[in-house]
């Protein structure tokens, strides 16, 4: 351990969910770092778990759900035992989080300048012609054309990019260190999820923010983040730089993902997918989650705890196919090669 | 504004000459007439009567002087009691039933966004069930039940006071309101309650609260703008039928609690035909009812900028 704290910070996090029909895991033991001014997307397909991470890290988990282990901290400052008023510290303060659908994510019934306004007189302790004028100009900050009108408007007023401009400009207005983006463009058309990603990236460079993005689109990943976890079943099964991923995926899922992108693609045929559906988390399996559907699957796979293995000093991959007893035995081909006879 | 002011000024006058209309026909296919409850009498004097009301004239022909003399706003003389203009019944009698029916909505109103958001926010424990059961009870329960209830309770009250605290029956004083007010009323406010609990549910769901919370505000603002402000949109749009409610579910109320209101008169009105009473009173219930609606719509717009704001 070094004295230097990381900015976001995700011990072995569990987080479990009451519902009627038992606990369910949506996270199970995720680590995370995240430094400040970093980008690290989080992928996996729905129900992974990406977006409970999330909102576990801004203390937002729905009806039922806690941390029911682990730790996430902030600057070494701990979140997740917080109280309510402590975490009203955080939220919106040290931490923005813009959510994935901007329509619904605004209350329909408040002007877009008061919303991003009440932040300011909240934790800035401004006056509300102080806030609105502020408000006016982070509006204008993000690009939307005639700020001052446009803050006096409703957001069914609003088109969709312009919306989560403007959820961009509310989560940031108290200049918090970090950003958590929870598929922020999503509901967007491409052409504006580019003008949005553009924006974010400057918006990093000029104010050294963190952003932790939850994504499900890789190619997005490609454009912005800097580093890349990719989640499945509740659990980070791989963890690289984004070139490494992208070069030399060291899990079958991720090497699925990527096989499954149309842009990588070869030839007419229709598009490979992962076959098979993700395990049940009311009862995760015991050994490997992806056990089912792996091509390469071993049977010490369906039982044995999974080993995390460092490939590099900055990729790691959970899986017992990337174990050094088990690579040194040679029992198993290198991974692209399963990849391309299973075909 | 001005453009959706207009369309609703047009559809409700279509409203009021559609209900007018319908009651003059409906009266006139409805057998007997107000001069049958006279005993005996005598075919010419009858004739002569009917000349003097001009009931012998085609029913058509009496339609057009009815809506004649209702668009310059005479309602005609009473059939069966002396020398009594509708108007003047109207004038006298209104505003007792008007205060009458104020007061109980604005009781249902406040009582439903407050035991409605109560339950909403102790959602399946004992506050919620409390106020849900007496929901049912307060639903189920007919009004002149209610009222009787109420009567007994106001007697028992006084008897074990020793003083009349509030008076059983009878108008003059806010203590004689009251009670009617509340019995009046209470259907209302469950129903509203019932509504909000949903709405206020519902909104606890929405995106934006989670966005609210996102922010850090403090609960108190979040429960008034955010969460209270949405929640109360349905809420607004049953007031119309509300005051609908409140005011036909008025005159069993007046009656027993003896209030002078109109509603006696419009009861005793249809029991004895008198035509003009009925289509008055009906045309003018039709007309303030219509208004009422309309000042709703216009309140909902000041609520919901969706309505108000053109895009």
């Known amino acids: ?343 | 504004m001005t453009g959706f002011l207009l369309r609703r000024l047009l559809s409700s006058l279509i409203t009021i000459w559609f209900i007018a209309t319908a009651t003059f026909f409906v009266m006139h296919a409805v057998p007997g007439d107000p001069l049958s409850n006279e005993k005996a009498v005598n075919p010419e004097i009858r004739r002569h009567l009917e000349a003097r009301y001009g009931l012998d004239q085609p029913v058509l022909t009496q339609y057009g002087i009815f809506l004649r003399n209702m668009a310059t706003g005479d309602f005609g003389i009473s059939f069966t009691q002396q020398n009594r203009r509708v108007n003047d019944i109207i004038r006298e009698h209104f505003p007792v039933s008007a205060l009458l029916g104020v007061v109980a909505l604005v009781i249902a109103t406040l009582g439903a966004l407050l035991f409605g958001a109560l339950s909403a926010q102790f959602r399946d424990r004992w506050p919620d069930r409390t106020i849900m059961l007496s929901v049912i009870f307060a639903i189920s329960v007919p009004s002149f039940v209610l009222a009787a209830l109420a009567q007994w309770g106001i007697l028992s009250l006084n008897k074990a006071a020793g003083f009349t605290v509030l008076p059983v029956a009878g108008w003059g004083s806010w203590r004689h309101l009251i009670v009617p007010a509340v019995v009046l009323g209470l259907g209302t406010m469950a129903y509203m309650t019932r509504l909000m609990r949903s709405s206020m549910l519902e909104v606890a769901q929405a995106d934006y609260l989670r966005t609210a919370r996102a922010k850090g505000l403090g609960s108190l603002r979040i429960f008034v703008f955010h969460h209270m402000r949405n929640a109360l949109l349905p809420v607004v749009t049953v007031l119309g039928p509300a005051i609908a409610a409140v005011t036909t579910g008025g005159f069993v109320v007046e009656l027993i609690f003896s209030i002078p209101g109109l509603g006696r008169y419009f009861v005793q009105a249809v029991q004895q035909l008198d035509y003009t009473v009925i289509m008055g009173t009906t045309v003018f219930y039709g007309a303030f009812l219509v208004l009422m609606v309309m000042l709703v719509d216009i309140l909902y717009g000041l609520i919901d900028p969706r309505i108000r704001v053109g895009k």
């Open chain 1, 1 to 343: 351990m070094s004295l230097h704290e990381p900015l976001l910070s995700i011990e072995a996090l569990h987080v479990h969910i009451r519902t009627a029909a038992g606990i369910v895991q949506p996270v199970r033991g995720i680590d995370l770092q995240l430094e400040a001014g970093e980008t690290l997307a989080i992928v996996g397909e729905s129900g992974c778990g990406k977006s409970m991470t999330a909102l576990a890290v801004m203390g937002l988990l729905p009806v039922g759900g806690s941390v029911a282990a682990g730790a996430v901290r902030l600057s070494g400052y701990r979140l997740d035992n917080l109280t309510e008023s402590g975490w009203r510290e955080v939220r919106g303060r040290r931490i923005g989080m813009v959510f994935q659908n901007p329509m619904s994510a605004f209350n329909p019934t408040m002007r877009i300048g008061e919303q991003i306004a009440e932040s300011l007189v909240h934790h800035r302790h401004l006056d509300w012609d102080h806030a609105h004028r502020r408000a006016v100009a982070l509006l204008d900050r993000m690009r939307i054309p005639d700020a001052a009108t446009r803050a006096q408007q409703y957001p069914f007023q609003f088109s969709g990019g312009m919306l989560q401009r403007a959820m961009i400009a509310m989560a940031l207005a108290c200049g918090p260190e970090l950003l958590i983006a929870d598929e922020p463009t999503t509901a967007l058309d491409v052409s504006v999820q580019v003008g949005l990603l553009e924006l974010l990236r400057e918006l990093q460079t000029e104010t050294g923010l963190a952003i932790l993005l939850i994504t499900h689109d890789l190619a997005i990943v490609a454009e912005i983040a800097q580093r890349v976890a990719v989640m499945y079943a509740g659990q980070i099964v791989e963890q690289a730089p984004v070139d490494a991923l992208f070069a030399q995926p060291a899990h079958p899922y991720t090497a699925g993902l990527l096989q499954s992108l149309p842009e990588r693609h070869e030839g007419a045929g229709p598009l490979s997918a992962i076959a098979g559906t993700p395990p049940d988390l009311l009862q995760p399996p015991a050994g490997c989650a992806f056990y089912d559907r792996c091509p390469a699957a071993l049977r010490l796979c369906a039982t044995a705890a999974v080993p995390r293995v460092e490939i590099s000093a900055t990729q790691r991959a959970l899986c017992w196919l990337r174990h050094p007893a088990v690579v040194g035995s040679g029992a198993v081909p290198p991974l692209a090669e399963q990849q391309g006879s299973e075909s």
